[in-house]
T-cell receptor, first 115, second 111 residues
């Protein structure tokens, strides 16, 4: 099955803890993205990576960190510096440099709740 | 940067009716306009997209129209069914630039 997987589906964090959300894709896509979704709102870009070992901040990167050591993996760490991390987190990927590269496909999401 | 506005925020229709959701964008250089459907607790699914070299695209009961002059694009769903109930998002981007999303439209189709 080709696609994007995110784990865990639900995650609970205590105040002051760092947590890492997993995102894996087997679509052979070069670019990967992390979005945050709050109730009743659109998707806001946290970080994105267009190629292995390179990534850029999105619109709301403060309190988050990422790595891109492998093409298929783009984990997101929510640090204790993120003051309001309770949200639905979505990972997406899009194709390589040939053809239409901007079509993004999304994973099923991780719901993070701070206790 | 790009800004995308989406209307209405909520849309209720009877089964069998048509539904239209509209988006406007600010960056005249944007050339890619996808629409996503998101069911409760799930990730968004791409349902249709259009590029700036065409004015309309259809896929069965779904169509998207693009007016580059006015900088707006619309999603049309005909013969709506209860399973069409979901939140729909529009988005816009330039080539190789990030997608900018609208705030979503909650569509409710009543039997």
């Amino acid at each position: 099955d080709g696609g994007i997987t995110q784990s865990p589906k639900y995650l609970f964090r205590k105040e002051g803890q760092n947590v890492t959300l997993s995102c894996e894709q087997n679509l052979n896509h070069d670019a990967m993205y992390w979005y945050r979704q709050d109730p009743g709102q659109g998707l806001r870009l946290i970080y994105y990576s267009q190629i292995v070992n390179d990534f850029q901040k999105g619109d709301i990167a403060e309190g988050y960190s990422v790595s891109r050591e492998k093409k298929e993996s783009f984990p997101l760490t929510v640090t204790s510096a993120q003051k309001n991390p309770t949200a639905f987190y979505l990972c997406a990927s899009s194709g390589g440099l040939a053809g239409y590269t901007d079509t993004q496909y999304f994973g099923p999401g991780t719901r993070l709740t701070v206790l | 940067g790009e800004n995308v506005e989406q209307h209405p925020s909520t849309l209720s229709v009877q089964e069998g009716d048509s539904a239209v959701i509209k988006c406007t964008y600010s960056d005249s250089a944007s050339n890619y306009f996808p629409w996503y459907k998101q069911e409760l607790g799930k990730g968004p699914q791409l349902i249709i997209d259009i590029r700036s070299n065409v004015g309309e695209k259809k896929d069965q009961r779904i169509a998207v129209t693009l007016n580059k002059t006015a900088k707006h694009f619309s999603l049309h769903i005909t013969e709506t069914q209860p399973e069409d109930s979901a939140v729909y998002f529009c988005a816009a981007s330039r080539s190789f630039q990030k997608l900018v999303f609208g705030t979503g439209t909650r569509l409710l189709v009543s039997p």
